[in-house]
């Protein structure tokens, strides 16, 4: 358009293609359309994927799923990640939509989510996928309430690379409890408890074997320190909790108020 309005000519046509709908649903996969390939932040179309139901490009529907997931996590009431998450329309959030999105893309891959993903009459089980999705984080909530809900910065729990990492951990803890299907926020937050202690999320240093020693704030973003912290929690569950038989667990702060009682 600027190049018409300079040119020296009184009037030149111009091709315009509209459409015309009072369907939002339309007006937003048109518009995730027309938009996918400029560059516009990937973060507003996402935002934008499970309000639509049409087809899209491969690598924007393999987003829709975990984008719906999002934002349930986001906005849904008793959610322990409920506004956390940074978003076109939450700038605010602490934790970046990415490193949501990837840790759920790794389950819905191989993960425990993988398992509600497909059904033989009908489409994936979100509901269940955010049963598991709310126990798990509400676990870690209550075990690592110290480095909780702080900016990633000061948290690296709430860095991409404790997102992703912790991803993975409760893909491994649901496999430990794959007999019951999944587990229980209890459940979780029972087998998640050894680890408090050998986690640096806000101080100190990360002892990740000789010569890999980490202050808690150098763990980088990136695939090597995904993996690496990764590797660590693994090694680190499989030795403190892995070998444990798995039970009907109650949360650790209800067992510590039971004992308080039996005391009385």
Same mark, same amino acid.
């Given at each position: 358009?600027?190049?018409?309005?300079?040119?020296?000519?009184?009037?030149?046509?111009?091709?315009?293609?509209?459409?015309?709908?009072?369907?939002?649903?339309?007006?937003?996969?048109?518009?995730?359309?027309?938009?996918?390939?400029?560059?516009?932040?990937?973060?507003?179309?996402?935002?934008?994927?499970?309000?639509?139901?049409?087809?899209?490009?491969?690598?924007?529907?393999?987003?829709?799923?975990?984008?719906?997931?999002?934002?349930?996590?986001?906005?849904?009431?008793?959610?322990?990640?409920?506004?956390?998450?940074?978003?076109?329309?939450?700038?605010?959030?602490?934790?970046?939509?990415?490193?949501?999105?990837?840790?759920?893309?790794?389950? @819905?891959? +191989?993960?425990?989510?993988?398992?509600?993903?497909?059904?033989?009459? !009908? #489409?994936?089980?979100?509901? /269940?996928?955010? =049963?598991?999705?709310?126990?798990?984080?509400?676990?870690?909530?209550?075990?690592?309430?110290?480095?909780?809900?702080?900016?990633?910065?000061?948290?690296?729990?709430?860095?991409?690379?404790?997102?992703?990492?912790?991803?993975?951990?409760?893909?491994?803890?649901?496999?430990?409890?794959?007999?019951?299907?999944?587990?229980?926020?209890?459940?979780?937050?029972?087998?998640?408890?050894? @680890?408090? +202690?050998?986690?640096?999320?806000?101080?100190?240093?990360?002892?990740? !074997? #000789?010569?890999?020693?980490? /202050?808690?704030? =150098?763990?980088?973003?990136?695939?090597?320190?995904?993996?690496?912290?990764?590797?660590?929690?693994?090694?680190?569950?499989?030795?403190?909790?892995?070998?444990?038989?798995?039970?009907?667990?109650?949360?650790?702060?209800?067992?510590?108020?039971?004992?308080?009682?039996?005391?009385?």
């Amino acid at each position: 358009m600027a190049a018409i309005r300079e040119a020296l000519i009184e009037e030149f046509p111009v091709c315009v293609t509209s459409f015309v709908t009072d369907d939002v649903s339309q007006q937003t996969e048109q518009f995730i359309l027309v938009n996918s390939t400029k560059p516009l932040p990937k973060g507003l179309l996402y935002e934008l994927l499970p309000g639509t139901s049409a087809r899209l490009p491969s690598a924007l529907d393999r987003r829709r799923l975990p984008a719906l997931l999002l934002e349930r996590m986001n906005l849904d009431e008793g959610s322990p990640l409920q506004g956390m998450i940074q978003t076109a329309t939450n700038p605010r959030g602490l934790i970046k939509d990415n490193s949501i999105l990837r840790m759920l893309e790794y389950s @819905l891959n +191989d993960g425990v989510l993988y398992r509600f993903s497909l059904s033989e009459d !009908g #489409p994936p089980d979100v509901e /269940k996928m955010l =049963e598991v999705l709310h126990a798990f984080w509400t676990a870690v909530k209550e075990v690592f309430k110290a480095a909780w809900g702080l900016p990633p910065k000061k948290s690296r729990l709430m860095h991409g690379a404790g997102i992703i990492s912790m991803g993975l951990l409760m893909d491994a803890i649901s496999d430990r409890y794959r007999d019951r299907r999944y587990p229980s926020a209890a459940q979780f937050a029972t087998d998640l408890l050894p @680890l408090r +202690d050998v986690c640096r999320w806000t101080t100190g240093f990360w002892d990740f !074997g #000789p010569g890999q020693q980490r /202050k808690w704030n =150098e763990v980088q973003n990136t695939s090597k320190d995904i993996e690496l912290l990764t590797n660590y929690l693994m090694v680190q569950y499989k030795s403190l909790v892995w070998s444990r038989a798995t039970s009907i667990a109650e949360s650790p702060t209800s067992k510590e108020d039971k004992k308080r009682k039996e005391r009385k």
